[in-house]
């Protein structure tokens, strides 16, 4: 192929804005080398592993396409064929022309098979006369040739058919699969923490409004009034609700002091109280009020994680869109929190990759409502947020150089103040 013919690149488990950014990416510093083609007119692909069902789809593509090669995207390193060029984001733009220069490479040789790469950008800042970079790591895998003539025995027919199984087990990986329950899951209700509603058309607004409920007035919200004002204060707030005292929490400490029983708690979950029935106290006595004292102290965050899921009962916060991508901060110490149903894959997932909520039940195959009861008690404990744009995250950023001739002008200006003087 002749170096001045843009090279076609089919594009997979991406979605609109990661497409974008390949592109103005191709179109800035590829200079034109690149362009997006479908299906036969493609010259090689470049798959976006992290995307839901990206490797199932890469999978029948292998099989119809064996000859083209392959640029792979992803946050971790993976198992896959040895041949492919891995890019660990975030994904430096000269990592990046380097994997188009080696698919070109590959493509006029026709050597299809050279071995594959796994190219990272390190955090290792090396000082050069430009200017402070980044250090860009390259790992080489030996290839299918290289792989089978080390491993084949000398001869036998037995031994040709080890050979051939590890070779086509290498080119095509099984896909894992979860390991089979030890024994039957005791059967629990869950209606008090997900309710019992059925899954929504996340497309349509008026479902998803439907199936939000605001929490504003209620002891969560309250309770998390409390916690904002004892952060300010950097003391523990009394919370008291209809002349009956409620909690103290202290932010500092990240714990609370509930007088009232769970049961009173989960029955008035989604009661809502005015403004001239709540008082709030600053409680600056050591050791506590006398109604404190028989009150045992429990996490915060636990706290407000069993209180979320009895108010939501498997509905969104109010003003939670189901499209846009959420992740979670830290894995919750879930044996220490009130059971949701899936919350160890729904963890699992989330703390690996940002997720629409939809496509999190999608994906796990499991009820909206778990994962919404999961996201409102997660977002109320602190510990889920709303992600940044995948773009963002997918190609690296360049650090700034220092600029070398301002400090020489800077000395200049200097002199003539001092001549002036």
Request: with cysteine.
């Amino acid at each position: 192929m002749p170096t001045s013919t843009p090279i076609r690149f089919d594009l997979i488990g991406a979605n609109d804005r990661t497409r974008n950014a390949l592109q103005m990416a191709f179109a800035g510093r590829a200079r034109g080398s690149c362009e997006f083609a479908n299906g036969d007119a493609a010259d090689a692909v470049i798959v976006d592993l992290d995307g839901i069902g990206a490797r199932t789809e890469w999978s029948r593509y292998r099989h119809q396409h064996p000859q083209r090669p392959s640029v792979l995207l992803t946050v971790n390193d993976c198992t896959v064929p040895e041949t492919a060029i891995v890019l660990i984001k975030p994904i430096r733009i000269e990592a990046l022309l380097s994997a188009v220069d080696d698919v070109r490479r590959r493509i006029e040789t026709g050597d299809i098979d050279a071995p594959g790469i796994t190219v990272r950008a390190t955090t290792e800042t090396v000082v050069g006369p430009g200017g402070p970079t980044t250090r860009i790591t390259a790992t080489t895998r030996p290839s299918k040739r290289e792989a089978t003539a080390t491993s084949q025995p000398t001869s036998g027919s037995q031994g040709r058919r080890a050979v051939a199984a590890s070779s086509s087990a290498a080119a095509y990986p099984a896909p894992s699969k979860p390991a089979p329950p030890s024994g039957p899951e005791p059967v629990r209700d869950y209606r008090d923490v997900c309710g019992h509603l059925p899954d929504i058309n996340c497309e349509d607004l008026e479902q998803v409004r439907q199936r939000s409920f605001d929490a504003e007035g209620t002891l969560l919200d309250w309770l998390r009034r409390a916690q904002i004002r004892s952060d300010n204060m950097r003391k523990p707030i009394g919370l008291n609700i209809q002349d009956k005292d409620v909690a103290t929490v202290s932010s500092v400490e990240r714990v609370a002091r509930v007088i009232l029983s769970d049961e009173i708690l989960r029955s008035n979950a989604a009661k809502r109280f005015i403004a001239s029935q709540v008082r709030m106290t600053e409680i600056a006595s050591d050791p506590p009020p006398a109604t404190q004292k028989l009150a045992e102290p429990v996490s915060l965050e636990a706290l407000l994680w069993k209180m979320a899921l009895w108010t939501y009962k498997g509905r969104l916060p109010a003003g939670t869109s189901v499209k846009e991508r959420v992740y979670l901060r830290r894995w919750p110490n879930l044996p220490r929190l009130l059971e949701v149903p899936d919350a160890m894959r729904i963890s699992a997932l989330l703390v690996e990759q940002p997720l629409a909520l939809a496509r999190v039940a999608e994906a796990l195959q499991i009820p909206q409502r778990h994962v919404f009861a999961f996201y409102g008690a997660a977002q109320a404990a602190g510990l889920a947020n709303h992600a940044k744009r995948e773009a963002d995250n997918l190609l690296a950023s360049v650090p700034p150089r220092k600029h070398v001739e301002r400090s020489f002008i800077n000395r200049v200006v200097g002199r003539l103040k001092r001549l002036v003087a």
